[in-house]
């Protein structure tokens, strides 16, 4: 047994130690799950494509990776258990589809607001604290670039996880603003969040921002979940619902 190993031992037997990953033994996270939590970054656009994302100007949503495996648990562990050793690792995986996008100019990272209930439950943003950290590197490797908690919430939601596609649309739809008008000016905006499945927390966010003059430049998310066949049409009648402005409170 190495050295490393015994330390992992002695940490396992006093803190219980385990891979964020997979649950094994580990300081933070094993030697099998860290590949898997190395950005690999793609264009992720939500199947059905949220209208709001296509015009006036298409706003390109870029992932580091997919939302399973070890990523999946790793971002549940981040948020939810409060592992604060995962920063650095999830933060290089955010800055990731800010690189591979080729945003040019200055830019600005506006993470998507956490809602008063979650920052309350786990004691701090972990968006806002991951766009930190991502701006961060970023500007070591030289790119111009900031961050801004530019969005709050002006009424309160549900939490999304345990919602169906429709029901996401209908507890975020008009729920952010922006919460200073003056913006600073010449960057460009980039969104960012944790995961992205339907599209409807960075649509949200992309309203909310377009509302007032500054339509982001793209969205960068750690992870997209997989598209689920079968919620499409469930989405395209939600759609439709908004065109009409129904649930706009
Ligand atoms: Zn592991």
């Known amino acids: 047994m190495g050295s490393r ?10 803190l219980g130690a385990v891979c964020a990953g997979c649950g094994r033994p580990a300081l933070t996270l094993c030697d099998e799950c860290v590949p ?12 059905p494509t949220p209208a709001g994302l296509l015009s006036p100007t298409p706003i390109t949503p870029v992932a580091a990776g997919r939302y399973v ?19 650095p690792v999830l933060s290089r995986m955010l800055a990731a589809p ?27 943003d972990a968006i806002d604290q991951l766009a930190r950290s991502s701006a961060l590197l970023l ?14 919430h002006r009424r309160a939601v549900e939490d999304q996880s345990g919602l169906s596609a429709v029901d996401r649309w209908r507890n975020l739809h008009g729920a952010f603003e922006v919460r200073e008008k003056r913006i600073l000016s010449g960057r460009s905006i980039v969104v960012v ?41 469930e989405v395209e009648k939600q759609g439709a619902v908004e065109k009409q402005g129904a649930v706009e409170k």
């Open 193 to 233: 969040d944790d995961i992205l499945t339907t599209g409807a927390t960075a649509s949200e966010a992309v309203r909310a921002l377009t509302k007032v003059g500054h339509r982001p430049l793209g969205i960068a998310v750690i992870a997209a979940t997989a598209r689920k066949p079968g919620r499409a049409r």
């Open 139 to 152: 500007r070591k490797d030289g790119v111009d670039c900031r961050t801004r908690q530019l969005l709050r």
């Open 36 to 47: 898997y939590l190395v950005a690999s970054a793609f264009v992720a656009w939500p199947q």
């Open 5 to 14: 190993d015994w330390g992992v031992a002695a940490a396992d037997l006093i």
């Open 69 to 87: 495996g070890p990523l999946r648990s790793a971002l549940s562990c981040f948020k939810e258990e409060g592992q604060f050793g995962l920063l």
């Open 98 to 124: 800010v690189r591979f996008a080729e945003f040019h100019g200055p830019l600005l990272l506006v993470p998507v607001p956490s809602s008063p209930g979650a920052k309350r439950r786990r004691g701090y």
